[in-house]
């Protein structure tokens, strides 16, 4: 059960994982989580599903090394498994027909793009993914989104590749054409999301938001996932994670994801120092 | 037959259970209770009037034959009494510790009317802790048919003893990684070990009851895959999973839990051991901990364990807690403080958006509400503020959602799975129990509701409804 088949290492910090979970390659669908456990002793941790094949009894999740357990999770090797693995959680993304649709990826969350994309593309809307990297290095799944999307265009912050600027900043720069957008679909960092859903309201489009708030159980059980949304809490790991994003207290979900920055930036160092005194006695 | 043997001393005083001392508690997360020793065991079995017409029995929810089991306990046949209790409950190590006895056999002890009653609950759980785990003879030859049942919880915990004894195949389904249920994720490591949880599903285990973890009925498959599966029956019980909130300004503040959140973190993701374990947990200074029941004593008892301040506050008076009475005597001596007749108004924050304080208004008694209890009225202007770094809401839960809002067909009244006077749901062969029909319930009640539905299953299926 949950063993990784395939890695890809898209990035220096970014994995492509294929990992076996026929049940949910049965039944899941865009938008849709997963909640994992790499090691015995980590934490949950919710992952957006990015594939799922039937045939092969397995799911693709891309997942970036940020905190501690997330980097346990890249690490892991194909043949090792993955000691928890639960879904399809949550609520699939709204998929209609919408005429034009524009997808919204930062960092990581382009991966997250693709089978919202594709169902988007499937269902006859007309679909531009509009990504964004921190450099050409950061740039991943050009070619799926390429296969997914009719159009996909790239912002780089520093210029080496696409438009130079956020994508929050792109995203503004082609606004003749994308305030005629049916649908606008978000996926990536708060701040990102925070200033993109600020640009589409003053736009009118009706825009939804992905969002990642910390998770413990993932079945409404903790309330730890609650988000303000029109003025209302909402869980989000049952009722959500997608919002309407012109809804959605960015600022407090922020906050709340900050809740354990202290703690784990120390466990982190603690570990970090703890590697560091292996490799002298090693050495 | 002659009465041979120790003499029988119902005069004798009740033994009182030993308890680990106040201050050691709150250094970690061992057992607060420690259970009779064994000559403590013996003296108080001796003081079982061994009735003809024992009431005790007919009181316990799961009918445990307490007369015969005390008996052999008597006689210092301590696994015979074991298969006594077996006989009916084969949780007698979580049902020793987490079942309100004083509101069963206890109430209904005769030796009670005049003394202390016979403490059958401390000798339930000397039996499971001193005499071998044996696992028993009760296997019956199986009847090829299959029933499902969601949640690994204490109403499918017994359903499934009762169905395997009777033949029948039983897969346990469960969301979490961890089995139990509630005794998993909601009662703390210091009133319920984990060893203690694990063997006694592992008997289940080796009964041939077969656990699968990580699986969401709703979510992972549908009821009705369940069936095209081959599951002939399914029971439901999910429990009550979702937590009630204050509805007040600043609930979404850093360090603001509920007690879901809060215990799950502690007792089932071991915050306690961060970062060792990577589950964290925010206890600051002081807590505050709203609510009156056992949820709010075992999270502030944890609060106390991670060295904070620790106040519950309630809106009515202590004669209304809803707690055990055991469980409020175990926080008063680990020095957690009540605030009666208070409730929160709303939460102030800092910049970084983490509780400072919360402004709380007293409150007076009125008359009775719905539940009997004296209704809380607020006193107009008698708000005041205090200081707090944690705040827990421990203020009751509804039925989790999952499985019914994936099944529009089953019939729900306020989240509840209505069932009729056979445990059935609206759907045929589905069955529930438990927290997921009652709301916010008791371990032993849910015990009672799984063992209603195992014998309303195997009379479904024998009839061919």
Not at chain 2, 329 to 334: F, P, W, Y
């Amino acid at each position: 059960m949950n063993r990784i088949f395939h890695k890809v290492m898209l990035a220096p910090e970014v994995a492509w994982l294929e990992v076996e979970a026929p049940r949910i390659a049965r039944r899941w669908k865009p938008g849709q989580f997963v909640i994992i456990r790499p090691t015995d002793d980590s934490e949950r941790i919710p992952l957006t599903i990015v594939d799922g094949d039937a045939a092969r009894g397995t799911i693709l999740l891309v997942v970036q090394g940020v905190g501690r357990t997330s980097r346990l999770t890249i690490s892991r090797e194909p043949g090792e498994a993955f000691t928890d693995l639960v879904g399809p959680l949550g609520e699939p993304a709204t998929i209609g027909v919408f005429g034009r649709v524009v997808c919204v990826g930062g960092g990581v969350g382009v991966a997250e793009l693709l089978p919202v994309a594709a169902a988007l593309r499937r269902v006859g809307n007309h679909v531009t993914a509009v990504c964004g990297a921190r450099s050409r290095s950061q740039i991943i799944l050009d070619a799926e989104l390429h296969a997914a999307a009719d159009e996909v265009c790239w912002s780089t912050d520093d210029g080496s590749a696409g438009f130079h600027g956020t994508v929050v900043d792109l995203l503004r720069s082609r606004e003749a054409e994308f305030r005629r957008a049916g649908m606008i679909h978000v996926i990536g960092p708060i701040p990102m999301m925070r200033a993109a859903a600020e640009l589409t309201r003053a736009w009118g489009v009706r825009t939804f938001a992905s969002l990642n708030p910390i998770m413990v159980d993932g079945t409404g059980m903790c309330g730890g996932c609650r988000v303000t949304v029109g003025g209302k809490v909402r869980f989000a790991c049952v009722e959500g994670p997608e919002f309407d994003a012109h809804q959605v207290d960015f600022e407090e979900l922020a906050r709340r994801n900050s809740a354990y920055r202290e703690q784990e930036r120390l466990a982190m160092q603690n570990h970090e120092c703890r590697i560091g005194l292996v490799l002298t006695r090693q050495g | 037959m002659p009465q041979t043997g120790p003499k029988r001393t119902p005069k004798a005083p009740r033994q009182e259970l030993p308890l680990r001392d106040p201050q050691s508690r709150t250094q970690g997360c061992g057992e607060v209770s420690l259970g009779f020793t064994l000559k403590q065991a013996q003296m108080e079995a001796r003081r079982c009037l061994d009735c003809k017409d024992p009431k005790c029995i007919e009181a316990c929810p799961l009918h445990i034959d307490i007369k015969s089991f005390i008996a052999r306990m008597i006689e210092g046949d301590f696994e015979g009494a074991l298969e006594r209790i077996s006989e009916q409950n084969p949780f007698p190590g979580v049902c020793g510790r987490v079942c309100q006895c004083e509101l069963y056999c206890e109430k209904a002890c005769l030796l009670g009317r005049k003394l202390k009653p016979v403490a059958v609950g401390a000798l339930e759980r000397f039996a499971a802790d001193y005499a071998s785990q044996c696992g028993n003879g009760l296997h019956a030859e199986p009847n090829g048919r299959k029933v499902a049942l969601v949640g690994s919880g204490p109403a499918s915990l017994i359903a499934a003893y009762d169905l395997v004894r009777k033949g029948y195949q039983v897969t346990i389904f469960e969301a979490l990684h961890e089995l139990g249920g509630v005794l998993a994720y909601g009662i703390p490591p210091f009133r319920l070990p984990r060893e203690i949880l694990r063997q006694e599903i592992d008997r289940l285990r080796a009964m041939g009851v077969e656990f699968c973890n990580n699986f969401i009925v709703g979510k992972t498959a549908s009821l009705d895959e369940l069936f095209e599966e081959g599951y002939s029956a399914v029971f439901v019980g999910t429990g009550a999973g979702l937590p009630h909130l204050m509805k007040i300004p600043g609930e979404n503040l850093i360090g603001v839990y509920t007690a879901n959140e809060f215990l799950t973190r502690l007792n089932l993701m071991r915050a306690y051991d961060f970062p060792h374990s990577g589950t964290p947990v925010r206890v600051g200074k002081r807590t505050l901990v709203v609510g009156g029941g056992n949820s709010a004593m075992d999270a502030a008892r944890w609060a106390r364990r991670l060295g904070s301040e620790t106040t519950i506050l309630f809106r009515r008076g202590r004669a209304e807690l809803r707690a055990r009475l055991e469980e409020i005597d175990r926080a008063e001596e680990e020095g957690v403080h009540f605030e009666f007749l208070a409730a929160p108004v709303r939460l102030l924050g800092d910049e970084t958006g983490a509780v400072r304080e919360m402004e709380c208004i007293r409150m007076r008694l009125g008359e009775p509400d719905e539940t009997g209890r004296p209704s809380p009225i607020p006193i107009p202007g008698s708000e005041y503020r205090v200081p707090v770094d944690t705040v827990v809401a421990a203020i009751g839960q509804s039925p989790n959602p999952t499985l019914q809002r994936a099944t529009p067909q089953l019939i729900t009244n306020r989240g509840k799975i209505v069932i009729d006077d056979r445990g059935q749901t609206s759907l045929p062969r589905v069955f529930a129990g438990g927290d997921v029909v009652r709301g916010g319930s008791t371990v032993i009640l849910a015990m009672r509701d799984g063992r209603a539905a195992a014998e309303a299953i195997d009379r479904a299926l024998q009839e061919g409804r």
